[in-house]
């Protein structure tokens, strides 16, 4: 097993692989997955996934809207660093400056977990202008009470310790121990394909490390004292059995930004955009053509 993903061996059946191509920008070499047609949309994952995780939702995405999808920095099948690191301004900025690689600017941007994090920092950095932010189980609020001093702790003591990677990625060479692992983790049961293509990345290292670095520099007080100057609008659609973030954060989140709304997902948990990606593209274009209707109800004659 290598230390990084490779395309010709991990990638070799990677879902929506002929969507893929490689992009040179901001020191790094990014795995990013184009396709479909009409207004951009930015779909940007979680700590420790990789597109494969949009595998079902992308399609139906692309019906609708030119969906772009990256692997983060340090995940999947890109590499290389950006300026600053894994943390979460570095990584907003990196991925803006994607976007200005490839002349694209994104109408609407979906972020799952961590991603929606960075999606709101591109926003509340200036690296993007979109019409509305989607946040899937979205990690915005920092841990309560000793959680906020204990987690960054132990994250940056693995961070810190160099076999911590190779060890995780040992224990996860087993696909039913990684099964087992997502369905407790996250609570959702997500398809055998799904939990094959989790297990080909936690098994490489490079993955485990990025994961493990993003945790160590994740600065979620900074993005909360933001959240109240983001005025685009934002829907946080969160699942009712995520057992990695409970929903009174997203709703909390929901509740400081002046223009957020906020939908409970019943019987899906923190993976809900891979349980259930239908009903999820249909929450995302929903959202889209509303704000497309008020846009065309203000720009009436009164």
């Given at each position: 097993m290598s230390y990084h993903p490779r395309w010709d061996v991990e990638g070799r059946d990677w879902p929506n692989r002929s969507a893929s191509r490689f992009v040179d920008a901001g020191q790094l070499r990014w795995h990013v997955q184009l396709m479909g047609n009409g207004p951009p949309l930015l779909l940007l994952h979680g700590t420790g996934a990789a597109t494969h995780s949009w595998r079902t939702l992308m399609p139906l995405l692309a019906a609708h809207f030119t969906v772009i999808a990256p692997d983060m920095p340090g995940h999947g099948f890109t590499s290389g660093r950006p300026p600053g690191g894994l943390a979460m301004t570095a990584m907003a900025r990196a991925v803006g400056g994607l976007m200005t690689a490839m002349d694209l600017s994104p109408r609407c941007i979906?972020?799952?977990?961590?991603?929606?994090?960075?999606?709101?920092?591109?926003?509340?950095?200036?690296?993007?202008?979109?019409?509305?932010?989607?946040?899937?189980?979205?990690?915005?609020?920092?841990?309560?009470?000793?959680?906020?001093?204990?987690?960054?702790?132990?994250?940056?003591?693995?961070?810190?310790?160099?076999?911590?990677?190779?060890?995780?990625?040992?224990?996860?060479?087993?696909?039913?121990?990684v099964a087992k692992f997502l369905?407790?983790?996250?609570?959702?049961r997500i398809d055998a394909a799904g939990v094959r293509h989790y297990a080909a990345l936690f098994a490489t290292p490079g993955h485990c490390s990025a994961a493990i670095t993003m945790m160590a520099d994740w600065d979620l007080p900074s993005l909360q004292a933001a959240l109240p100057g983001i005025t685009v609008p934002v829907l946080l659609a969160h699942g009712q059995g995520d057992s990695a973030i409970p929903a009174k954060d997203a709703q909390a989140a929901a509740a400081i930004m002046p223009n957020a709304d906020m939908t409970i997902l019943s019987g899906l948990g923190h993976l809900a955009h891979e349980e259930a990606p239908e009903r999820i593209a249909a929450i995302i274009a929903d959202h889209a053509m509303q704000l497309d209707q008020r846009e065309e109800k203000s720009r009436e004659p009164r």
């Open positions: 979906v972020g799952h977990s961590a991603g929606a994090a960075v999606a709101l920092r591109m926003v509340a950095d200036g690296h993007a202008q979109p019409d509305c932010v989607v946040g899937l189980n979205a990690a915005l609020m920092p841990f309560p009470g000793i959680a906020a001093r204990l987690f960054p702790t132990l994250a940056k003591l693995l961070f810190v310790n160099p076999f911590a990677p190779s060890i995780f990625a040992r224990m996860a060479r087993d696909p039913a121990d369905a407790r983790s996250t609570g959702s």
